[in-house]
C-alpha cells in the first residue's frame, strides 16, 4: 500500500469523524437550548377547580418565605468538548486532502514539451535517430524529454564546405560542438543530440565553414 492510498483512507475516516461530531454538536444545542428555556419558564402553582381556601385569623402576623428551588443551569462542557473535536477533525481532513493532493502531484513526471526554435542559421533539418526520417513541424513541436534526435544541417553547393559546427542551449562556440559527419544522400552535416528531461526549449544554431572563407556567418 502506497503512501497516497493510506493518505486517502486516513483522510476518510477524519471526515467521517468530523460529520458525527457535528451531529453531536448540534444535538448539545439543541439540548442546551431546551434547558435553557426550561429555566427561565416562572413555575406557577397548579389550583384544583372546586378547591376551598380556608382563611385562618390570628392575632400574630407571621411571614412565610417561599424557598426557591435552585436553578439548574445546563452543562455546557460537552458542547466545549464537541466543538474542540470539531476543529481537530476539520484541521485533520484540511491537513489530509492537501498534502494527498501534494503528493498526487509530486508522483507525477511531467515532460514539458521543448519548442524547436532555430535561430542565425538557415537550412536546419531535424531526423528521427532511429529512421533517419526527417520529422515534420508538427513531430519537432511533440518532441520531449529523453528523445534522440539528429540535428543536420545542409550543405552549400559550388562551396568548399569541409565541417560544420552545431550548437544547442549554448552561447559560446566550443571545439565539441564541430562535427565531420556528412550525408551525401541528405548533403547535410549532422550531429546527434539527446534532448535533456528538464528542457523547455532548444536554440539551435549551426554554421558551416569555407576552406577558404572560414566560418560563414561570422
Known amino acids: 500500500m502506497d503512501i497516497v492510498t493510506v493518505l486517502v483512507s486516513f483522510n476518510k475516516i477524519s471526515i467521517v469523524a468530523f460529520f458525527i461530531t457535528l451531529g453531536f454538536i448540534i444535538y448539545e444545542l439543541y439540548l442546551f437550548r431546551k434547558e435553557t428555556i426550561r429555566a427561565k419558564r416562572p413555575d406557577i402553582p397548579k389550583f384544583e377547580e372546586g378547591s376551598t381556601v380556608t382563611s385562618i385569623q390570628s392575632p400574630t402576623l407571621v411571614t412565610k418565605t417561599q424557598e426557591m428551588a435552585p436553578v439548574k443551569r445546563p452543562n455546557s462542557i460537552p458542547l466545549y468538548v464537541g466543538i474542540l473535536f470539531l476543529v481537530i477533525?476539520?484541521?485533520?481532513?484540511?491537513?489530509?486532502?492537501?498534502?494527498?493532493?501534494?503528493?498526487?502531484?509530486?508522483?507525477?513526471?511531467?515532460?514539458?514539451?521543448?519548442?524547436?526554435?532555430?535561430?542565425?542559421?538557415?537550412?536546419?533539418?531535424?531526423?528521427?535517430?532511429?529512421?533517419?526520417?526527417?520529422?515534420?513541424?508538427?513531430?519537432?513541436?511533440?518532441?520531449?524529454?529523453?528523445?534522440?534526435?539528429?540535428?543536420?544541417?545542409?550543405?552549400?553547393?559550388?562551396?568548399?564546405?569541409?565541417?560544420?559546427?552545431?550548437?544547442?542551449?549554448?552561447?559560446?562556440?566550443?571545439?565539441?560542438?564541430?562535427?565531420?559527419?556528412?550525408?551525401?544522400?541528405?548533403?547535410?552535416?549532422?550531429?546527434?543530440?539527446?534532448?535533456?528531461?528538464?528542457?523547455?526549449?532548444?536554440?539551435?544554431?549551426?554554421?558551416?565553414?569555407?576552406?577558404?572563407?572560414?566560418?560563414?556567418?561570422?
Open 89 to 218: 477533525f476539520g484541521l485533520i481532513s484540511l491537513f489530509g486532502y492537501l498534502n494527498s493532493k501534494r503528493t498526487v502531484t509530486s508522483g507525477l513526471t511531467i515532460n514539458p514539451t521543448p519548442a524547436i526554435t532555430f535561430v542565425s542559421s538557415k537550412g536546419i533539418r531535424i531526423f528521427k535517430i532511429e529512421t533517419g526520417r526527417e520529422l515534420t513541424d508538427l513531430e519537432v513541436s511533440k518532441l520531449k524529454g529523453g528523445d534522440r534526435i539528429l540535428i543536420g544541417i545542409e550543405t552549400i553547393k559550388n562551396v568548399d564546405v569541409d565541417r560544420a559546427r552545431i550548437r544547442v542551449n549554448e552561447t559560446e562556440w566550443k571545439l565539441n560542438h564541430i562535427t565531420l559527419n556528412f550525408d551525401s544522400q541528405k548533403s547535410i552535416y549532422y550531429k546527434e543530440y539527446s534532448i535533456s528531461s528538464g528542457a523547455a526549449s532548444l536554440k539551435i544554431e549551426a554554421q558551416l565553414h569555407s576552406l577558404k572563407d572560414g566560418w560563414l556567418g561570422d
